[in-house]
């Protein structure tokens, strides 16, 4: 009998040894370790290298320093993705709107409130970056499997448990905690994070003076039970409550130029108070009848209940000030250019009901990896709006007839509407090698029926990939394919209230070329990344903005189109702390078909203007982000985390409901947050048996520094009316609303 006895990092030993019939014998065998070194070897997963989907570091995520504290704040530092608000987790993608973003959790198709208007509305993001195992986000040209939407796409698979653990994070806007384990039978897994954050130390530092009193709160959770080795059934649930109370008292705001300064001066009257409540959960049956084949089948309900109620009087003062220098009264108001008061009314409700089921299917051949799936989906909204301001200026209510007193907005609307939708998709992946090169190419369609409007989408997708046999590690990849957005609810409410029920599917044809570098500086990895992209776009619904609200027209006016490049560098500048820099150029504009005014030039003579295309809201030429982390040489336990944004100068649309050509330009959106982290305690760390932080693996403490040059950055504009002049010219004033300054947090983090 030969015996070889062989393990890993040693030398094999063997021993031949012969026994007659019933004889025993022991023997010892003691191995001696062996060392190998090898040459360089590098990784990469290259089927999704071949794809527009790119996977994203989620260790950076705690350490990011940023107002919002959620998981769309990477996103927004990645290239072709702009946000100009750090109140909101809401972000554009290469010229399309915040409603043109999917997000999925394990498969599951994500919603978001819709009564939101603004940054400090919102509530806690629906991705609890405590229980993600990985995030994957494509800017655009993905795959037929994920659907029905003109932008992009976030895909977030959250953590299986192998054991019990938890952590807890502190801060001075809210807190978190979670906890996750598993059976002593492997079979029951559990996953579960609790969440509360609340704003009122950032709004503080807004203009409009006041009591602030936002309270956001949610619970999730994630079971999973092992039926059988081949049979896996899940829970996901969700639970979120959002409250905003808002009581104004005063507001300042100087804005205007060095020759001609202004001030505003508010003070007001009234409250109010919004509340987003949703509620999720999703059931979902995993089988696999063999290591090729997965078959998923999903079922789900999303509800929310929102409302906002306000009645807020501010009564203003519009002042020039005196902009001499050396005069006493530098600064000072001189002339009073308006005075008056505007009331504004609200009592809006929404309930809205998701309900799906869907069925996702994949296997796994030798060359091919063919993924297919179908869901229906079945909305019910209900829908009563009730919405009016009213301006009175010296005197006068605007709009001024003469005749009588009329408000100057009016929304009024009780809507009730049942959707249905079925949607199928069928894929395929397959790769090869041919002289010399790897070729990988995805192809598939994508196919749904509206019955709300009767309107069929058919959606063919490809991308095709090359690896040359080259020195260098770069690879070359190309997308295209025709992506709809039917109609929800949004798109279809016009700016009266009423819907619009024939209102047809949104379009976009994505043309997306890129390529990526792999390569080594500094002995150390680092990647490039560049997209040139070109979109078409037609049956458009125009949109105006307004800090965070998008106001639809209700109906398909308009065709356009979106064309740009982006770049990105990620890789460890500093040994061991990845960070990245992206740079993105855009250019979006779009033409509503058949549209015209009339035009009145200084001679008095009249012409018919037909503005042709103008820039959509998100027309953005240039997009910088960038996060850099680094460390003390001789202590690496204490870093530097560095996040700065600068987006230039987006359009803003004047509150002309009839003109969406009138655009303004806001000042670029300028950010720079910097935190310093200290590790305090690690699990290598010695501790004492009474210790009580024996029990924590990771203790580490942060302090941040929001804005920190102090940029008054612009999200909107207050529009103050004036009463007219002899000219029957009513004077407008676009008086700006900042965003957060500078402010300090700390935050303390442990693991156990």
Excluded at 136 to 147: E, K, M
Excluded at 593 to 601: A, L, Q
């Amino acid at each position: 009998v030969n015996i070889v006895v062989s393990c890993i990092g040693f030398r094999t030993k063997s021993s031949e040894i012969t026994l007659q019939e019933g004889e025993q014998k022991e023997l010892d065998f003691v191995l001696q370790t062996e060392v190998r070194e090898f040459d360089e070897v590098s990784v990469s997963a290259r089927q999704e290298r071949a794809t527009t989907l790119r996977t994203i570091d989620i260790k950076s995520m705690n350490m990011m320093p940023t107002a919002n504290g959620s998981v769309e704040s990477i996103i927004k530092t990645l290239p072709g993705v702009s946000s100009n608000n750090e109140l909101s987790s809401q972000y554009s993608v290469r010229g399309g709107n915040y409603d043109e973003n999917l997000v999925y959790v394990n498969d599951i198709e994500i919603y978001r409130p819709f009564l939101v208007r603004s940054g400090q509305q919102e509530g806690l993001s629906f991705i609890n970056s405590d229980l993600i195992s990985s995030i994957r986000f494509s800017a655009g040209g993905f795959a037929a499997r994920f659907g029905d939407k003109m932008s992009s796409v976030l895909d977030i698979t959250y953590r299986t448990p192998e054991k019990f653990a938890g952590s807890v994070s502190m801060s001075l806007l809210g807190g978190s905690a979670h906890l996750e384990g598993i059976s002593k039978n492997r079979r029951l897994t559990f996953l579960g994070g609790f969440r509360y954050k609340t704003t009122a130390y950032l709004l503080k530092s807004l203009e409009t003076k006041g009591e602030y009193k936002p309270r956001f709160s949610d619970f999730q959770g994630l079971l999973t039970y092992k039926l059988s080795d081949k049979l896996d059934l899940s829970v996901l649930g969700n639970v979120a409550v959002n409250q905003y109370r808002f009581i104004p008292e005063t507001r300042t705001t100087e804005f205007g130029t060095s020759k001609q300064p202004y001030n505003l001066v508010i003070y007001f009257d009234g409250n109010e108070t919004d509340r987003f409540d949703t509620y999720f959960g999703a059931t979902s049956l995993t089988y696999k009848p063999n290591r090729n084949l997965r078959l998923k089948f999903i079922g789900s309900a999303f509800s929310t209940i929102e409302y906002e109620r306000f009645d807020i009087l501010g009564q203003y003062l519009l002042n020039e000030l005196d902009n001499t220098v050396g005069s006493d009264t530098y600064g000072d108001s001189i002339l009073n250019i308006g005075i008056g008061s505007f009331l504004n009314h609200a009592r809006n409700y929404l309930n809205a009901y998701v309900y799906s089921a869907s069925h996702i299917g994949e296997y796994n051949g030798l060359r091919h990896k063919v993924k297919w799936g179908t869901k229906f989906e079945y909305d019910r909204i209900f829908d009563q709006l009730s919405e009016w301001q009213f301006i009175d200026s010296a005197g006068f209510s605007i709009p001024n007839n003469g005749d009588s007193t009329r408000v100057f907005d009016l929304i009024k609307a009780n809507n009730h509407l049942n959707s249905t939708r079925l949607s199928a998709f069928l894929q395929d992946t397959w790769g090869f090698r041919g002289n010399r090169n790897e070729y990988y190419i995805t192809a598939g369609v994508r196919g749904t029926y509206l019955w709300l409007n009767h309107q069929f989408l058919f959606s063919p997708r490809a991308s095709f990939s090359v690896k040359p046999d080259w020195e260098r590690d770069i690879m070359f990849h190309f997308s295209s394919g025709i992506y709809y957005q039917p109609p929800f609810y949004k798109e279809m409410r016009n700016p009266s209230g009423r819907i619009n029920r024939d209102l047809r599917a949104q379009k976009s044809i994505h043309l997306v070329l890129g390529g990526d570098y792999i390569f080594s500086a500094w002995d150390r990895p680092f990647k490039f990344t560049s997209e040139l992209f070109y979109k078409y776009l037609d049956d458009l619904v125009p949109y105006k903005i307004d800090n965070v609200r998008i106001r639809y027209a209700g109906q398909n006016l308009a065709k356009g189109y979106a064309t740009g490049i982006d770049f990105k560098l990620n890789g460890d500048f500093v040994k061991g702390a990845e960070s990245w820099v992206s740079l993105s150029f855009l250019r979006t504009r779009e033409d509503i078909k058949n549209d015209s005014y009339i035009e009145t030039n200084d001679q008095g003579i009249t012409q018919v203007v037909y503005p042709g295309y103008y820039p959509r809201p998100t027309d953005q030429l240039m997009n910088f982000g960038l996060y850099f982390q680094d460390y003390f040489p001789n202590n690496p336990d204490i870093k530097v985390h560095l996040n700065f944004l600068y987006g230039s100068r987006l359009p803003y649309s004047s509150p002309d409901k009839n003109r969406y050509d009138q655009v303004f330009r806001l000042p670029p959106y300028r950010r720079v947050d910097i935190g310093f982290s200290k590790v305090l305690k690690k699990a290598s760390t010695p501790l004492k048996p009474g210790n009580p932080f024996r029990y924590f693996n990771d203790i580490w403490i942060s302090g941040e520094i929001f804005n920190l040059f102090g940029i008054n950055n612009t999200v909107s504009y207050l529009w103050v009316q004036t009463v007219s002049n002899q000219d029957n010219q009513t004077g407008v004033f676009g008086v700006p609303n900042y965003l957060t300054s500078r402010l300090f947090n700390v935050k303390l983090m442990a693991k156990f």
